[in-house]
């Protein structure tokens, strides 16, 4: 059976254990804004636009506000920053501020660490005098775009927010994962992604000063929503934000766009080998250490030659260097949805060997084409890869275990298409667009619906 024969049809099943009846209110929905730094640049770009426009095809009264916008969508607005020569010297000044407060604390190869950011912005409070009215505020990746300090330390009592979380930083002294060090919840500081300055370097100050501001903050105010049940629990770890209500709402998608599609075909449009035996690693930055491609690597050099017509084909900013000889298609950059359903398609299947990661859209879009994953078992990957039902879940960092585990696949062309049938069945039944538009419709209505406690 092809794959591209794989069901399409929706399950109408899956009803989350800790969800609440569905709403029965009639009321009209809220107005939203969201609010990011873009609006399809980036993973995290990504998933907010794809909220944002599962909710305008719900019917609600949808919109954002980006400081770069890469689409011409109309329902999105882009920030534009005052020409004047005052406003224009004090976006110079405050960025050779921030600069001078990174410049000293970022390692000179910080382009293979994860990205770190402090939690001020060149625009201040500029943002606020343009941000569209709206009954929620839905926040979303908003590093260097929103300054902490003028945005969250001017806001009425009365307004609601729920923000989206793509990663960490909310809650930490600057780094977007930690990597595991866990200094989140105890002040950060002799952060281990900076230049050795003690226990009050960079990441203390900033963690401090976010401390501070969401302390002013009533509960009723903030309600966060992240993908994968792991990120919601690093947010109940956090002193800075554990006080907020969470919520898990997975990402969802269109389910029209990323579907099986025939094998062939695709392979003929990339270039790839009919008979090679494809594996595919998808990351906005190839490199990021995070990402665990360095891994991978050690992974294909211990298979290479048990596979034969091993293939692999990457995707992302910077082709990447094998350091072995492995057939290889780098495809470069690809937003397409069209394009990126095809090209999961086209592989047998899905290498996810993230070191920490929230809900990787990547392993989504793959099983929505029926394409099943090998990854390491951390973060929102096991919400994803139900091991030996969706894919295969191997201990973090074991590289061996990784590689064995591609063989497995590799080698059993039947297991693997059964695999792949599960993997449609659970993204109809879970991860949806629709599914991810009704849930924050009704946490948007319960939160409104709450009075604020001064």
């Not at 989504?364 to 090998?374: I, K």
Request: glycine letters at 6%; one cysteine or more.
């Amino acid at each position: 059976m092809s794959r591209s024969s794989l069901s399409t049809e929706p399950i109408n099943q899956y009803e989350p254990a800790d969800s609440k009846a569905r709403s029965n209110d009639d009321r009209h929905p809220p107005k939203v804004v969201h609010l990011s730094t873009y609006d399809i640049a980036g993973g995290a770009a990504r998933a907010a636009y794809r909220l944002h426009a599962g909710l305008r095809k719900a019917g609600v009264d949808s919109s954002m506000f980006v400081r770069e916008a890469r689409t011409s969508d109309r329902s999105v607005i882009t920030f534009e920053p005052t020409t004047t020569f005052c406003g224009r010297a004090k976006r110079r000044i405050r960025r050779e501020q921030i600069e001078r407060k990174l410049r000293p604390s970022i390692p000179p190869d910080s382009d293979s660490l994860e990205p770190f950011r402090i939690d001020c912005s060149e625009y201040g409070a500029d943002i606020l005098s343009q941000l569209p009215s709206h009954d929620i505020l839905n926040l979303h990746w908003i590093a260097d775009f929103v300054d902490y300090p003028s945005f969250f330390g001017a806001f009425s009592k009365h307004t609601r927010i729920v923000w989206t979380l793509h990663d960490m930083n909310a809650f930490t002294g600057g780094c977007h994962y930690d990597l595991g060090c866990g200094r989140f919840r105890d002040q950060c500081g002799e952060c281990p992604q900076l230049l050795g300055e003690g226990l009050n370097d960079l990441s203390h100050e900033i963690w401090l000063r976010k401390k501070s501001l969401f302390d002013q903050l009533s509960k009723e105010q903030i309600h966060f929503a992240t993908p994968s049940t792991w990120l919601a629990e690093e947010v109940k770890r956090s002193p800075i934000v554990g006080r907020f209500p969470v919520s898990v709402i997975p990402y969802g998608l269109d389910l029209t766009e990323f579907t099986p599609r025939d094998e062939g075909s695709a392979r003929e449009v990339f270039g790839i080998p009919h008979e090679a035996k494809v594996i595919l690693f998808v990351a906005d930055g190839l490199p990021l250490f995070r990402k665990g491609f360095e891994v991978l690597m050690r992974a294909l050099k211990h298979i290479r030659g048990r596979i034969p017509h091993l293939h692999l084909v990457t995707v992302g900013h910077n082709s990447p260097d094998l350091g072995h000889r492995i057939p290889h298609s780098y495809l470069g950059h690809i937003n397409n949805d069209r394009l990126l359903s095809n090209i999961y398609s086209a592989a047998d299947l899905l290498v996810i060997p993230s070191l920490q990661d929230n809900l990787p859209n990547t392993v989504l879009e793959s099983m929505a084409c029926g394409t099943p994953a090998v990854g390491f078992e951390v973060g929102g990957i096991p919400d994803m890869i139900q091991h030996r039902q969706t894919g295969l879940l191997v201990p973090p960092h074991e590289a061996d275990a990784l590689g064995a585990a591609m063989v497995e696949l590799l080698q059993n062309p039947e297991r693997r298409m059964a695999l792949g049938e599960n993997c449609r069945r659970v993204a109809l039944r879970q991860f949806s667009l629709e599914e991810q538009a009704e849930r924050y419709c009704q946490l948007y209505t319960e939160i409104l619906s709450q009075p604020i406690v001064h």
